[in-house]
Structures are given as C-alpha cells and as structure tokens.
C-alpha cells in the first residue's frame, strides 16, 4: 500500500490498463461490477476533504461499485452480501499487482460511509460504492511499509501448527 505518491498525473492509457486488470479479476456474474475512474484534480481534492481514509495524495483513484439489482437477480443476497465483496477484494489484488508492473501504486481505502462515497461520485441508488483505490506513480524511495504481514496458518484443524516444509 502506498500513501505518498508524485505530483505527475496518471495518463489514461495507464488508467486504462488498471481498469483492465480489475476487470480481469473474478467476478460472481458478469454484469454486476461497475467501475468510476476519477482523474479530475477538483474531485480528487474534495474526496481527500469527505473521505476519512483517503489519506494519500494520490491523483487518481479508482471506484469499484456493485450494481446491487443485477448482483441479486444474476445470484441471490448472498451475491450482493457477500460474494460481490469477494469480488471486489479480488479487483484491489489485480490492482495491486498491475500497479507495481507499470511504476504505480495503489492504496486499497474502505474508512469512508456508503452515502459520502455515493454523493461524492453520483451513483445512483443501486449501486454500492465497495472500495476507493488511491493511483499514482510511487517516489523512487518509497516509504517501507509500516507494518508486516503476518499470516496465521493452520494445518487440518485450527489450532494444528503447519509447519513449513
Ligand atoms: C479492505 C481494506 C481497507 C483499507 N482501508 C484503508 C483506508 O481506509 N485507508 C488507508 O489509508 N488504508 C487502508 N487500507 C490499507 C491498509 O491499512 C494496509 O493494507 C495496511 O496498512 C498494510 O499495508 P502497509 O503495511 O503497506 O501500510 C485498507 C486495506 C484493506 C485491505
């Protein structure tokens, strides 16, 4: 995840790129993800403003929303509850990943509310906004992440250590 970003906006053929890999990640049916692109200096000024966790200076960010009419038509609530969240989780790791091949980084940002996030970028009523993603080109020295990454894992049952082979 990165917080400080260059002041250099993101072109859109990058923009475009990102949103391909997003669009590449699973997803429960086709027709349910929705995707903003926001490159607009204004908006992006105003979303660090409303949203608390936007706390990056990033110049663009994606939005990642869920049509929640086509999610429980296509595949029931548990579409629109859970696997639709999956799927958005699952657009942040392309994301991530596109990013890092093409000299960007994401911030991966949900500290905001549902009705902040639908004003800000004019969604209508069925469409949840899921998960803002901060883009921008990353410093030649980013800052080291600030916490680590630890993982537990169990082997057959929980509690059961597995070991590394
Ligand atoms: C679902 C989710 C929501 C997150 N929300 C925020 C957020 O609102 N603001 C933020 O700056 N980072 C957010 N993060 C980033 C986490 O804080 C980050 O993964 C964590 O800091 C570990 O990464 P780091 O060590 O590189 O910072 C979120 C991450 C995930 C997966």
């Known amino acids: 995840m990165h917080r400080q970003f260059t002041d250099e906006p993101v072109p859109r053929e990058l923009l475009d790129r990102m949103?391909?890999?997003?669009?590449?990640?699973?997803?429960?049916?086709?027709?349910?993800?929705?995707?903003v692109?926001?490159?607009?200096?204004?908006?992006?000024?105003?979303?660090?403003?409303?949203?608390?966790?936007?706390?990056?200076?990033?110049?663009?960010?994606?939005?990642?929303?869920?049509?929640?009419?086509?999610?429980?038509?296509?595949?029931?609530?548990?579409?629109?509850e859970v696997t639709t969240r999956l799927d958005a989780g699952a657009a942040c790791a392309h994301l991530a990943l596109m990013a890092q091949t093409l000299g960007l980084g994401t911030c991966t940002v949900t500290s905001w509310s549902d009705a902040t996030a639908r004003a800000l970028f004019d969604l209508p009523e069925h469409i949840r906004p899921d998960v803002t993603v901060a883009v921008g080109f990353v410093p030649p020295s980013p800052p080291r992440a600030a916490r680590g990454f630890t993982t537990a894992v169990h082997h057959n049952r929980f509690g059961e250590e597995w070991v590394n082979a």
């Open 19 to 35: 949103v391909w890999a997003a669009s590449r990640a699973q997803q429960t049916r086709s027709g349910i993800r929705n995707i």
């Open 37 to 80: 692109v926001v490159d607009d200096p204004r908006l992006m000024a105003t979303a660090r403003q409303v949203l608390p966790g936007f706390v990056n200076n990033a110049p663009a960010m994606l939005v990642h929303c869920t049509d929640l009419v086509a999610a429980e038509k296509l595949a029931g609530r548990a579409c629109v």
